[in-house]
């Protein structure tokens, strides 16, 4: 049975518990029962089991949320509305299931371990639409859940998922949070959605109040940014063009050619300024990162990490498509999109290369570059925001080890920079394992390179944004834009 509020109870059936079932050895094991996704969505494209499809792989497989989205996305074929609705019940089930597991597993008397997989995805989508939707009734969130269960092939769970639903919406958010006075960091983490190792680290470096206020920041919805290009257009011209596709459109406040808005009328794909290459999807913080390394034209310069070539973009935009841009990546795959975004921007200066810059070979080249841009892989603890599903895949742990191969991969691009040459360091981390402590540890082992706070290359409105005038340092709470670190390092002649 469960326990509601008032003291009502609500009695569940055994067998259609949705638990997972236990051996005579009392080890767990889950019900091996595989069903197709067109049996979950039934023919007609629905946002709730298109949701329960990407939340189950993830769940299954070590992907980023990015890398679901990309593979599962174009298998959907949604109205703007049910397009709408599924990013809302992903990010959301992701930004707020370290609220909503509590409750499942307080209802449940069962850990969630001993939940089949697939049966917690429904409960936490369906407990996302009660608690943090407030356009879906809760008899539209419980029924289509329950409908739902039948449909992936459990119809013996379908009662445990009603009666646990309807006892979760009785009591208030607030309820079953730990003691705030006795457990204030547990309190902090549940109340907040994050994990109590990072909301312990933020306390301790920033007091309770500041810690509780930048895991609102993270919390919130933010805009879509973009990078007018301006080979093609000025930022004035393609705001004009987004406002007429957009809720709302305005000009962000430190980069100079960034654009955020919210709610396109059509996807970012299929909008006519994007098919005209007149922007790039790119935060204001990631174009502070090119504007740091300061890019000439008739320049030789790296990015060597490019990934999909949102920094890559910017720098060719930056030499106004004149001279040699390199863009590295252990990735094929990235490159091959890299290319066909930059012909799309119509970018004509980049010569993309497969490399793994961690390797001997990597760069063991004869060539020197005037600039080399590092964006390193990182914990991407700074982007929670946009990506929620990280503040469950990274742990503490991860630290030190992004640590140890950031300081690898800086000191072997370190040996590609031409004398008097400029190295940008940057990760987008908020976390100082993986900036201060890497930038220090650099230094300390390369006298040729020195810290090079030229305040005078960055756009006035950013300048008090560099922390000690040598660290480019970015957050939600302070800013509105990613947690981003950067720093600029000169070659000595």
Not at 433 to 460: G, M, S
């Amino acid at each position: 049975m469960i326990q509601a509020a008032g003291g009502k109870t609500i009695r569940l059936r055994k067998k259609g518990s949705g638990l997972k079932q236990t051996s005579g050895t009392k080890k767990t094991r889950r019900i091996q029962t595989k069903f197709p996704e067109h049996q979950i969505l039934c023919g007609a494209p629905d946002a709730r089991a298109a949701a329960l499809i990407v939340l189950n792989e993830l769940q299954k497989k070590s992907w980023t949320l990015d890398a679901a989205l990309e593979v599962f996305l174009d298998r959907f074929s949604f109205s703007s509305r049910e397009q709408g609705l599924f990013h809302a019940i992903i990010y959301g089930v992701l930004r707020w299931k370290g609220a909503m597991d509590p409750v499942i597993e307080h209802f449940s008397h069962r850990l969630l371990e001993r939940i089949e997989p697939e049966v917690l995805n429904i409960l936490r989508i369906a407990l996302f639409q009660i608690r943090y939707l407030d356009r879906v009734p809760v008899s539209a969130a419980v029924d289509t859940a329950v409908e739902l269960t039948r449909r992936t092939g459990r119809p013996w769970a379908a009662g445990f998922v009603n009666a646990l639903l309807r006892a979760a919406a009785e009591i208030p958010r607030e309820a079953l949070l730990p003691d705030r006075e006795a457990d204030p960091v547990g309190w902090l983490a549940q109340s907040r959605s994050f994990p109590a190792w990072l909301v312990s680290r933020w306390v301790k470096r920033w007091g309770h109040f500041r810690a509780g206020a930048l895991c609102d920041a993270q919390n919130e919805i933010p805009p879509i940014t973009v990078r007018a290009n301006r080979l093609k257009v000025s930022r004035d011209r393609l705001l004009e063009a987004l406002k007429e596709e957009c809720e709302k459109a305005w000009p962000c406040r430190y980069a100079p050619d960034a654009v955020s808005f919210f709610n396109p009328k059509s996807a970012l794909r299929d909008m006519n300024a994007f098919q005209k290459g007149w922007f790039q999807v790119q935060d204001e913080a990631a174009q502070l990162v090119t504007i740091l390394l300061d890019p000439q034209p008739g320049e030789m310069v790296l990015d060597a990490c490019a990934g999909l070539g949102g920094k890559t973009g910017h720098i060719a935009q930056q030499m106004e498509n004149r001279g040699r841009l390199f863009s590295w990546d252990i990735d094929a795959r990235r490159l091959t999109r890299l290319l066909s975004e930059m012909q799309r921007l119509g970018v004509a200066i980049v010569t993309s290369k497969k490399r793994d810059l961690e390797s001997p070979a990597g760069v063991n080249i004869p060539m020197r570059f005037d600039r080399v841009l590092l964006d390193a892989p990182c914990s991407g603890l700074g982007v929670l925001r946009r990506n929620p599903d990280g503040r469950w895949r990274v742990t503490e742990e991860d630290l030190s080890r992004h640590r140890q191969r950031q300081l690898k991969m800086l000191s072997d691009a370190s040996t590609l920079v031409k004398p008097s040459g400029v190295l940008v360091y940057a990760v987008c981390s908020t976390e100082p394992e993986e900036n201060d402590d890497v930038v220090e540890a650099f230094l300390t082992n390369h006298a040729d390179f020195l810290l090079c706070p030229d305040k005078r290359i960055l756009p006035h409105p950013i300048r008090h944004l560099m922390e000690k005038e040598t660290c480019l340092k970015t957050n939600p709470l302070d800013h509105g834009m990613d947690g981003f670190f950067a720093v600029r390092l000169e070659k000595r002649q």
